[in-house]
């Protein structure tokens, strides 16, 4: 970042754009900008009752805001890897997060505080089925009662830093003496590959992926 951020004292920046040159930040020197024209979202996988990232096509707000990257300090280019043509098939905006992803986290937080969706100002607010299907899931994992309520097994998952289902896990393979196994495999789930990027598809193996994650060099 600190590279990326400094000075050149000759020569010339390139950007190639991700959701990061949406942001408002103003990097220096920048001239050029090569968008691809795609965005990774945030998709709930109902097979795996996780959320997983995708990858689409760029909203033409997105595009927009990517080209402005370049030419903010001085005259600069964009180039596009599509035609004018396939831009009109694109969304005019990106979707909601909300409206895609997974709520089981957001229903624990609703149920912790007390109080339901409806009574939040949301810009976009959830969409009832999904949040339906989330309180159901915290049902069956305890957190929640049959009325709805929060239990002590839900404030416990509310402390963890991780999806409820992952937290439960944990919390049960601690119950059951195996509380670094189910942390390990939490990690392994909740973040990226850590055998992704090594020089082609990585073998399906749970003990690889174990072994790097206990020793990173």
């Given at each position: 970042q600190r590279e990326a951020l400094a000075p050149l004292a000759?020569?010339?920046?390139?950007?190639?754009?991700?959701?990061?040159?949406?942001?408002?930040?103003?990097?220096?020197?920048?001239?050029?900008?090569?968008d691809g024209g795609r965005a990774?979202?945030?998709?709930?996988?109902?097979?795996?009752?996780?959320?997983?990232?995708?990858?689409?096509?760029?909203s033409r707000a997105e595009a927009e805001q990517r080209r402005g990257r370049a030419g903010r300090v001085a005259p600069g280019w964009c180039y596009r890897f599509w035609t004018r043509g396939e831009e009109g098939?694109?969304?005019?905006?990106?979707?909601?997060?909300?409206?895609?992803?997974?709520?089981?986290?957001?229903?624990?937080?609703?149920?912790?505080?007390?109080?339901?969706a409806d009574s939040l100002a949301f810009l976009t607010p959830p969409p009832p089925a999904?949040?339906?299907?989330?309180?159901?899931?915290?049902?069956?994992?305890?957190?929640?009662?049959?009325?709805?309520?929060?239990?002590?097994?839900g404030r416990a998952l509310a402390r963890l830093p991780l999806h409820p289902r992952l937290g439960h896990m944990t919390i049960e393979g601690a119950r059951?003496?195996?509380?670094?196994?189910?942390?390990?495999?939490?990690a392994l789930m909740e973040a990226r590959d850590p055998l992704r990027g090594e020089g082609g598809p990585a073998p399906a193996d749970l003990a690889l992926r174990l072994a790097a994650l206990r020793d990173p060099g």
């Open positions: 000759d020569g010339r920046k390139l950007v190639l754009a991700t959701a990061i040159a949406e942001t408002s930040l103003t990097i220096p020197d920048v001239r050029v900008v090569i990774r979202r945030p998709r709930h996988d109902p097979g795996s009752g996780m959320t997983r990232l995708v990858t689409t096509r760029v098939a694109f969304e005019a905006f990106a979707p909601p997060e909300i409206t895609v992803a997974d709520l089981t986290g957001l229903a624990l937080e609703l149920a912790l505080w007390g109080t339901g999904a949040l339906t299907e989330a309180r159901a899931l915290l049902a069956d994992l305890g957190a929640l009662d049959h009325e709805g309520r929060i239990t002590g097994h059951l003496g195996a509380g670094p196994r189910a942390c390990e495999l939490a």
